[in-house]
T-cell receptor, first 112, second 115 residues
């Protein structure tokens, strides 16, 4: 039962353009959402997060948007850089829980 | 200084063997986790400890036994390894409940291959 879904396994974008990674969730008890970035042979690293009381959070080139009614969030990277090439995982936490539920990841390739 | 370190990075072994994966964090976190990433790239929690106490134990075969000698260490022991145990195992840590527990810090993973 996958409660966090990333339906696009891969995405290719030209350097300098916008990258948009999407994530859908099914559990309305999720109250906090995160994006993690993973390079090969490394563990995921935290990138940006958003609380369910907000609809947007921005950190430099990275912006996360949350649409609670649609149970959908997205990560925007602009401008995209070759160093952004990695696998991006969407994750969510239930209210009061200690663990995160992860999607299966989207592999982003930024083409120079 | 590696924040969350796990060893070994690669583990190749025969079916039926018993193996352990070690994890240590130097972040002063109260909570540690084991996650498993299977062949479909699905990253799923297995166990979580808070101050050496087991707080999450998902539906995992009892061949898997976590051990936390202190809050900086969480080891994973696997008995009677099976082919289906082949996966990447990630250790992670975070602050305790109510203190930013949602931000996990991960180790670099242990690629387990059971032949």
């Amino acid at each position: 039962d996958q409660q966090v879904k990333q339906n696009s396994p891969s995405l290719s974008v030209q350097e300098g353009r916008i990258s948009i990674l999407n994530c859908d969730y099914t559990n309305s008890m999720f109250d906090y959402f995160l994006w993690y970035k993973k390079y090969p042979a490394e563990g995921p690293t935290f990138l940006i997060s958003i609380s369910s009381i907000k609809d947007k959070n921005e950190d430099g080139r990275f912006t996360v948007f949350l649409n609670k009614s649609a149970k959908h969030l997205s990560l925007h990277i602009v401008p995209s850089q070759p160093g952004d090439s990695a696998v991006y995982f969407c994750a969510a936490r239930k209210t009061g829980a200690n663990n995160l539920f992860f999607g299966t990841g989207t592999r982003l390739t930024v083409i120079p | 200084d590696t924040a969350v370190s796990q060893t070994p990075k690669y583990l190749v072994t025969q079916m039926g063997n018993d193996k352990s994966i070690k994890c240590e964090q130097n972040l002063g976190h109260d909570t540690m986790y084991w996650y498993k990433q299977d062949s479909k790239k699905f990253l799923k929690i297995m166990f979580s400890y808070n101050n050496k106490e087991l707080i999450i134990n998902e539906t995992v075969p009892n061949r898997f036994s976590p051990k936390s000698p202190d809050k900086a260490h969480l080891n994973l022991h696997i008995n009677s390894l099976e082919l289906g145990d082949s996966a990447v195992y990630f250790c992670a840590s975070s602050h305790g409940p109510g203190q930013g527990v949602e931000k996990l810090f991960f180790g670099s993973g242990t690629q387990l291959s059971v032949l």
